[in-house]
């Protein structure tokens, strides 16, 4: 099983303020993703990677983006937080040629 | 395009009693099909999934669900709910491991 870590867990944070959720896995997978998932509501991928310098939209459009510096580490930034943006940020990963995702615990995001 | 549906947004089951938790799917290729479960302020937790094979698929918490393609079903089965159960499940389809399209989800409530 894959130990994938976000943080912060909740964050509450005035609008316009600029953010950064972190997600880390220490299992050496390739593929890693963002997804979001509003309370009652399917999860939607907005972010995804498939390796060090590779980074891609996903299906849902996101004013966020992502950085893949490193193999075990992307980070989810928002430049200017809007009360839009409140929801649950998941972060997962999954090895390059494996059948099964990942899920990390989730970042709750508010947005004031 | 692939989508899933999941039918209930709320099911309640009393303790010991068989839980079914319905999911229909389409897809214009094979599917990977997967369900996960996510408890209150957690992430998401792989229960079981459907690559190729056996369709009768057996997962963790003596969940098991049965891939039946006539149908587009992967249904989830449990013969007697716990109390530890109650949580949000997610069906999941996937055409490549790395992309999963997620159901809207059904939180199962257990009484005692």
């Known amino acids: 099983e894959a130990d994938i870590y976000q943080t912060p867990r909740y964050l509450v944070i005035g609008t316009g303020k600029k953010i950064t959720l972190e997600c880390s896995q220490t299992m050496g997978h390739d593929k890693m993703y963002w997804y979001q998932q509003d309370p009652g509501m399917e999860l939607h991928l907005i972010h995804y990677s498939y390796g060090v310098n590779s980074t891609e939209k996903g299906d849902l459009s996101s004013e966020s983006t992502v950085s893949r510096i490193r193999t075990e580490h992307f980070p989810l930034t928002l430049e200017s937080a809007r009360p839009s943006h409140t929801s649950q940020y998941l972060c997962a990963s999954s090895e390059f040629s494996g059948n099964t995702i990942y899920f990390g615990e989730g970042s709750w995001l508010t947005v004031v | 395009a692939q989508s899933v549906t999941q039918l209930g947004s709320h099911v309640s089951v009393s303790e010991g009693a068989l839980v079914l938790l319905r999911c229909n799917y389409s897809?214009?290729?094979?599917?990977?099909l997967f369900w996960y479960v996510q408890y209150p302020n957690q992430g998401l937790q792989l229960l079981l999934k459907?690559?190729?094979?056996?369709?009768l698929v057996k997962g963790i918490n003596g969940f098991e669900a049965e891939f039946k393609k006539s149908e587009t079903s992967f249904h989830l089965t449990k013969p007697s709910a716990h109390m530890s159960d109650a949580a949000e499940y997610f069906c999941a389809v996937s055409d490549r491991i790395d992309k999963l399209i997620f159901g809207t989800g059904t939180r199962l409530q257990v009484f005692p």
């Open positions: 897809s214009s290729v094979p599917p990977y």
């Open positions: 459907y690559t190729t094979g056996a369709t």
